[in-house]
C-alpha cells in the first residue's frame, strides 16, 4: 500500500483488505477525511464520526501520505516514509444519541429544532458579562496582531458562505474593518490582494470541504494568520488552521445545514465582539447589552418552533408553486439566499435569493400571480424600503409570504401570510428571521415527498472539487 499510494493520483480514502490477511485493514487518505475509531477490541475506519459514534467517541485523524494498519486490538500509523508514528487520540464530546433521530421524521427536523440547544453549548463559557469580556481560549491570535489587522477575509461554501456574508456586515459596521466574503472556489482561483496584517476565516461546519481547505492553505501560504470556524472536532480545518471557534452544534446528518448555520452566526458574533474589545471598537457596556441579547436567542427561537404547525399550514398552501423568490437587504440578504438554497436543495423548487433593491434591475419580471414571494421584512434601518419592495410585487400580484419583528401592524395589511419572529437587535435578527425559513422549506419538501435528510445528486461534505 504503501508504494501504491505514491502512484495514485487523485483524492481518496482506501480501506484495503486481503484474502491472506484476514482481520487487517489498510487505510490511506489524501485530501479526503478518514477517521481511525479506537474501539475495545475492535477499531474501525470511517469518513465521519457520526457513523462511528454508537461503537467510540476516540478517534484518530488521518494525515494526507500517511497509513494505517488495523487488527481488532491494534492500530499502527506510518508516515509517508512509511516509518512507525505515534498519533494524537481525540475524544470526540458528541453524544451517541445526537446520530440519531430520537423520534423525529427527518433529521433536518430535529436538527431545526435542536437550534436554542446547539446555540446554549456555543456560547457556553464564552462570556464574562460583568467584565464585558469574551473568552475564545483556542483563537490563537495575539492581542498585537488584532489590533493591527487590516482586512478581513472570510472564505466558505454554501450555508456557510451565507453565515460568512452576515459576518461582513458585523465586521464593516462593528470593527470598521474593511471585510471581503468570498466563495472559496472563487477566492482560490482568483488571486486576492493578501498582506501579512490580514486575517482569513474561513467557515465550515465539517472542516473538509475540499475549496474551503484550499482558500485556508492559500491564505496562509500567503502570510495571513488563519481563524476557521468549524463544528467538526479534529476535522482538517480545525487541525490546519492558526485558531480555532468550535460551533458546538453536535453532529449535521441531514444534508441541509440548519443547526451549524445558526451556530455559524453566534461564532461570528462571539468573534467580532472579541475583535471589538481587544481593538476597543465596543465598549464594555455596548458588550454587555449584546452579550445579554445573544443569551435571549435560544429562548426567542423556542418560541418561534412552537408555532411550527402553522408554518406547516402555509406550506400547504403554497407547495406545488413551480419557482419562489426571496428578497432581503442589508444584513438579512444573506437570510434571503439562504432560505433560498434551503428551499432548492430540499424541494427541487427553483428558488431565486435576491438583495431587494436588485428587484427592478431584472427579477421583478419573474413575479406574476403564481410567484411566492418571501420577503425579510425585518424591523431596521431598511424595514421601509423593503416594504416598497413588497408593494412593488403586490403590484405584480405576487403571493407575500413575509418574515416580520413581532407589534408590526402594517406587515399584515400588505403580505398574504407573515410569520412573526421576536424582537431583537437588527445585528442579531438573521439568527430568527432563518429559523422560519428553514421550517417552510421543510415542510414544503415534507409535501413534496422529497427525500429530505439525502436530497438528490448531493453529498454533506463536498470533499472533491
Ligand atoms: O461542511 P461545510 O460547511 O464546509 O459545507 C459547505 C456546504 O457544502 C454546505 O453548507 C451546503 O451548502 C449545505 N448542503 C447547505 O444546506
Redesign the pocket.
Known sequence: MQEAVKEIRGSYALGVMSNDEPGVIIAARKDTPLIIGVGKNENFIASDIPAILSRTRDIISLDDGETAMLTNSDIKVFDSGGKNIKKKITRILWNPKKAEKEGYRHFMLKEIFEQPRAIEDTLRGKLDIDNGRIHLADIGLSPSYVRNIKKIFIV?????YHAGMTGKFLIEKILKIPCETDIASEFRYREPVMNKNNLAVI???????AD?LAALRLAKNAGLKTLAICNVVGSSAAREAHGLIYTHAGPEIG???TK?FTTQLIALYLLVLYLGRVRKAVSREEAKKIMTALLRLPHQIRTILKKDKSIAAVAKKYYRKNAFLYLGRNINFPIALEGA??LK?ISYIHAEGYAAGEMKHGPIALIDKDMPVVAIAAQGKVYEKLISNIQEARTRKGIILAVATAGDKLISKIADEVFFVPVTSEELSPVLNVIPLQLLSYYIALYRHCDIDRPRN?A???VVE
Open positions: 466558505a461554501c454554501g450555508t456557510a467557515i465550515s461546519q465539517s472542516g473538509e470541504t474551503t444534508v441541509a445545514s451549524a438554497l434551503k436543495e448531493l454533506k461534505s463536498v
